[in-house]
């Protein structure tokens, strides 16, 4: 190969890479904030919703099933969650985790457990507690906030976003207390919340 057409191939092949470099580097940063938005209107929802007490968006709720007996009812728990861009197996897995709950419940009447349960004791005999905490902030004082500090990449369908949550003092500084690990899943190219890490 003559030096000059050399030079040439080497000289385009260098562009190139380092146009596909920018395209990528431009994806990330796209995705870094899609990622970071998708975490942070989580976290925002969460604690306004908790804030004014609607309890059954956030978590499931004690019905009657067909029988009369005691269940839980996850569906506006649940459609929030789809619509704020939470995986199916996250769904899934987060239902698994009431079974022990749901198991106790369908052995009692619906009318028993409306008007005799009433203290925390009993909600965690049947393995109920789940309005005692906090579950997606921690504790039972509800934050202010959430600070997102870092955003990473595990590969191209996987992201992560470490933050902390935050009171506001009567000055507006921050006090800090407490992290979460948001892992993110690309589905059909939408970033969707696939498990958070305390």
Same mark, same amino acid.
């Given at each position: ?8 191939? /080497? ?27 998708? &975490? ?22 004690? /019905?009657?099933? %067909?029988?009369?007996?005691? &269940?839980?009812?996850?569906?506006? $728990?649940?459609?929030?969650? #789809?619509?704020? *861009?939470? &995986?199916?197996?996250?769904?899934? &897995?987060?239902?698994?985790? $009431? ?23 009993? =909600?965690? %005999?049947?393995?109920?507690?789940? *309005?005692? #905490? ?7 004082? /509800? ?9 990473? =990449?595990?590969?191209?369908?996987? *992201?992560?976003?470490?933050?902390? =949550? =935050? ?7 921050? *006090? ?8 993110? #899943? ?8 696939? #498990?958070?890490?305390?």
């Amino acid at each position: 190969m003559k030096p000059i057409k050399l030079i040439s191939l /080497i000289t385009l092949l260098a562009i190139s890479n380092i146009a596909l470099s920018k395209h990528i580097e431009n994806i990330e940063t796209s995705d870094s904030l899609i990622v970071a938005k998708t &975490t942070q209107d989580f976290f925002k929802w969460y604690i306004e919703t908790v804030k004014s007490r609607k309890t059954n968006e956030y978590q499931p709720i004690f /019905i009657a099933d %067909n029988d009369g007996m005691t &269940t839980l009812d996850f569906s506006e $728990y649940f459609e929030n969650l #789809r619509k704020l *861009s939470f &995986t199916e197996s996250f769904i899934e &897995t987060e239902r698994k985790q $009431y079974q022990e709950c749901l198991d106790h419940l369908k052995k009692i009447e619906f009318k028993i457990f409306n008007s005799e349960f009433d203290d925390l004791d009993e =909600f965690e %005999n049947i393995k109920c507690d789940f *309005s005692n #905490r906090l579950k997606w902030t921690g504790g039972q004082e /509800i934050v202010n906030g959430f600070e997102i500090k870092k955003v990473s =990449f595990i590969n191209q369908d996987y *992201s992560s976003v470490e933050g902390v =949550f =935050f009171f506001l003092n009567s000055d507006q500084t921050k *006090s800090y207390i407490g992290k979460r690990k948001i892992l993110l #899943r690309k589905t059909n190219e939408v970033w969707k919340i696939d #498990r958070i890490e305390e």
